[in-house]
C-alpha cells in the first residue's frame, strides 16, 4: 500500500470511511504485488493499513508530505497518527479549514516534483477544491496539469484522501458519496479498500484497475465496492438459503474498472446487480450498466438491477430508509433470478 502513496504517475482521489469501513483511494498505475511480498500477510483494518502505508511512504522517499486539517495530532480518525512525531512538523502537519487551499497547494507542491498526500476531512467538503469561482482546483487544474502542458509538466505526485458515505448520523455534511462526479473527470483515478483485509506485512503495491472476486456462484453476479461489500455478501448468505449461487465482485478501482472481470462473471450467470450508496441517477452504476449491456446483451436473461441510494439530500434520521439496505438488495435478487 506504501507504494500505491508514492510510485504513481497521474492525480489520485483517495477516500475513507468515517466509521472505518470505507476508504477510497486512488493513485496512479502501479504493478501487482509480486509473490515475495504477499509471502506473510495478516489482517488489519483499514486505519491501521493507512497508518502503515503511510509511515512507509514518508520513511522511503524524503519527498512524501501529509498535511490536512487536524493530521498533526492524528487526525479525527487516528489514520495519522504518531506521524508527525516521528517525521517531524515540516512533512506532516495542519492547515487552516480551506479545503481549495489545501488542494492547491497540494497541486503545487505535487508539480515540483513531491509526494504530496492531502486529506479533506469529510469528502462532503471537497466541493469547494472542486469548483472554486471559477478556478477549479481538482477538476481544471490537478487533472489537465500534465495534458495541457503535453507532458513538460504533471503533479503525478499528488493524492487525495476524504472519508465517504454513511456513519449513521452524519446528516448530508458528513455522508456523501461523490464519486460520480470526479469519475467523469479524465485524469482522475478512484479506488476503495474494504473494512479489513489479509494484508502484506512488507511494503507492496496495489494491482490497480483489477477487480477482485470475493464469493464465486453461478446464479447473478453482485458488484460493488467499499463498505457496501459487506452489506452486499449479507445479502449473498440470505440468497444461498433460497437455493440462489451469487457471485461477488469487488470493483476496487473505478476508473478505470475492471470490465473484463464484470463480463466474464455476467456471461457465466446471466444476470447483473450493482449497488452503491450514491444516488441512483447518474451513479456510477449506471456506466456499468450501460457497458455491460453493450459487451453481454445477448447473454443476459433478465434486466441489470441497481440497488442505490435515492435521489434526495442525504437523511438524518431517515438514513435507513436512504441506505441501500441487505433486504432492498436481497428482493433484488430474488427479482432478477425469477425475471
Request: aromatic share 10%; with cysteine; proline share 5%.
Amino acid at each position: 500500500m506504501a507504494n500505491c502513496l508514492r510510485r504513481f504517475g497521474r492525480l489520485g482521489l483517495i477516500s475513507k470511511a468515517k466509521n472505518g469501513n470505507k476508504e477510497l483511494y486512488s493513485t496512479a498505475s502501479v504493478s501487482p504485488v509480486s509473490d515475495d511480498n504477499t509471502s506473510s500477510t495478516k489482517s488489519i483494518n483499514l486505519f491501521t493499513a493507512v497508518n502503515q502505508a503511510l509511515h512507509v511512504a514518508l520513511d522511503s522517499d524524503p519527498r512524501s508530505y501529509v498535511f490536512g486539517e487536524d493530521v498533526g495530532f492524528g487526525g479525527v480518525f487516528r489514520c495519522t497518527t504518531g506521524l508527525a512525531d516521528r517525521f517531524g512538523k515540516q512533512r506532516v502537519f495542519n492547515t487552516p479549514l480551506c479545503e481549495q487551499g489545501i488542494v492547491g497547494f497540494a497541486i503545487g507542491l505535487a508539480a515540483m516534483d513531491n509526494r504530496a498526500i492531502a486529506e479533506i476531512q469529510f469528502v462532503d467538503y471537497i466541493y469547494p477544491a472542486f469548483d472554486q469561482a471559477g478556478d477549479i482546483p481538482i477538476v481544471n487544474e490537478a487533472a489537465k496539469f500534465r495534458y495541457r502542458s503535453s507532458n513538460q509538466f504533471n503533479c503525478g505526485g499528488l493524492t487525495i484522501r476524504a472519508p465517504y458515505g454513511a456513519v449513521g448520523h452524519g446528516w448530508h455534511y458528513h455522508s456523501q458519496s461523490p464519486e460520480a462526479f470526479f469519475c467523469h473527470v479524465p485524469g482522475i483515478k478512484w479506488l476503495y479498500r474494504l473494512a479489513v483485509e489479509e494484508v502484506p506485512e512488507n511494503d507492496y503495491m496495489l494491482p490497480l484497475s483489477e477487480a477482485e472476486l470475493i464469493r464465486e456462484g453461478s446464479d447473478i453476479t453482485l458488484v460493488g465496492w467499499g463498505a457496501q461489500l459487506s452489506i452486499m455478501a449479507e445479502a449473498c448468505v440470505e440468497a444461498e438459503k433460497d437455493g440462489i449461487s451469487c457471485e461477488l465482485i469487488d470493483l476496487r478501482t473505478l476508473i478505470p474498472w475492471d470490465k473484463e472481470t464484470v463480463e466474464a462473471s455476467v456471461k457465466k450467470t446471466g444476470r447483473l446487480l450493482i449497488s452503491h450508496e450514491a444516488p441512483v441517477t447518474g451513479g456510477f452504476g449506471a456506466e456499468i450498466s450501460a457497458s455491460i449491456v453493450e459487451r453481454c446483451f445477448l447473454r443476459l436473461e433478465a434486466p441489470v438491477a441497481r440497488v442505490c441510494g435515492l435521489d434526495t439530500p442525504f437523511p438524518l434520521v431517515f438514513e435507513p430508509f436512504y441506505m441501500p439496505t441487505k433486504n432492498k438488495i436481497l428482493d433484488a435478487i430474488k427479482a432478477t433470478v425469477s425475471y
